[in-house]
């Protein structure tokens, strides 16, 4: 009986509250960014939601403060942004560190190709850039995303394999 | 073929192909450019984000919002009670400054007071008024020492407050004398109501109200208005002690009066623009004599 009455605390305890930040902060942060791009300050929002999950503490049941965060900090973004064409940001020194030296040539054909990325992946729809980046970036299996985005793990399958070949098509200039 | 694509690509983007699988999907065409594009998706990750600077943060976050939330509170009732202060402050300020008026005549001094309401006051001399200028509108009261004849125009009630007590009339006229050393009430036009020591009297025209020692008097007048107005006063059975008060409250003398039995009874008046005069008004009924030295008037018997 008193097991049954521990499942059902609420989020108010500190202890539940951490925990589900630790488990949902980074999946939050990742989604919101490349959702709608850093410009919105992704690490504000995941602030925003887990403080407003704070103050509502006593009516939510832990179980829905994983819908409650995506849901709370996905419409403050929306408020801010009208569908703003999001253009992520890459790094071309991320890979000079580990080589000895590139030729110029080199450096100039990949940051072609990243450019030409680049416009690729703000050219795909929310849906299909989040679930591919979080599976292509972050190494997030089918089953993990669709828990995230909160739909069936066939639909993230077609997300991520029809961005995949848009991404190939636009950047090859099929 | 293009199925079986599909379902190789799906499999390796979930990590789940077998050994066999990945010989084919080697082989497939595109497959270096499906290579680069998962690998160059890397350069698009997003920044680092620390869980526990995060958690840090929105701890101290609710922490803030909760002080803050009680700072607020503070601030607010601070900020009414300084508010408050203020405008009672000015409230006290207008009440001061404004509304009390006072009017003071010296020794054989009078003065003509006309009030809000077009009532008019005829001050004695020595005597002293006092009123709300600001409340008068709706309370006609004032208070008085000394004496002083009321000319009240008609409205609400009008009180004269004395040391005795309340005179209230509607509109009439009628003189107030409330001496340190007698109380007098007489009425010249309409009625006079009379409180005094929790009783009521009415004063009806031309009738005069005397307390004397405890004992109350009423005498019919045939004046229209009061001795002092026609600068002189008129006294009935009055012991010489009072005579000679009531004679300091119109010329600036000191008597000198040892000699003399202070408590003799005297009936008539004397003038009040005239010291010679009025002195002889007073010592030849009583068979005295004056003498005037510096400031100082010497009454000796005969």
Known sequence: ?174 | MNIKKEYLINKWLNNELTEEELKAFKKLDDYDSYMKISEKAKYFKCPDFNTNDSLKNIESNIKAKKSSSYKIRYQYLAAVAAILIVAFSIFKIFNNNSDIKTFKTEVAKTQTINLPDNSIVNLSANSLISFDNSAWDTKRNLTLEGEAFFDVEKGKKFTVETSYGKIQVLGTQFNVKARKYGFEVACYEGSVQINVDDRIYVLEEKNHFTLKNKNISKSKTVFTSPDWKRNSTILKSTSLDVVLKEFKNYYDVDFETSTVDMSRQYTGSFIHNDLENALKSITLPLDLTYEIKKEKVVLKAK
């Open chain 1, 1 to 174: 009986m008193k097991k049954a009455h521990s499942l059902v605390k609420n989020c108010c305890e500190k202890s539940v509250f951490s925990k589900l930040h630790q488990r949902y902060a980074k999946d939050l942060h990742d989604f919101i960014y490349y959702k709608f791009g850093e410009e919105h300050n992704p690490k504000d929002k995941v602030q925003e939601a887990f403080l407003k999950l704070w103050e509502n503490c006593k009516k939510i049941v832990p179980g829905k403060a994983k819908s409650y965060l995506f849901s709370v900090a996905n419409n403050t973004t929306l408020n801010v942004i009208k569908h703003k064409k999001v253009v992520l940001n890459y790094e071309l020194n991320f890979k000079q560190k580990n080589s000895d030296n590139q030729d110029p040539q080199f450096v100039l054909e990949e940051k072609e190709y990243l450019d030409k990325y680049q416009i690729a992946i703000s050219n795909l729809t929310e849906e299909k850039r989040v679930a591919f980046l979080l599976n292509r970036v972050e190494g997030k299996k089918h089953k993990e995303i669709a828990e995230i985005l909160g739909i069936s793990k066939k639909a993230v399958e077609k997300r991520i394999y029809t961005a995949l070949e848009q991404l190939r098509k636009e950047i090859e200039g099929i």
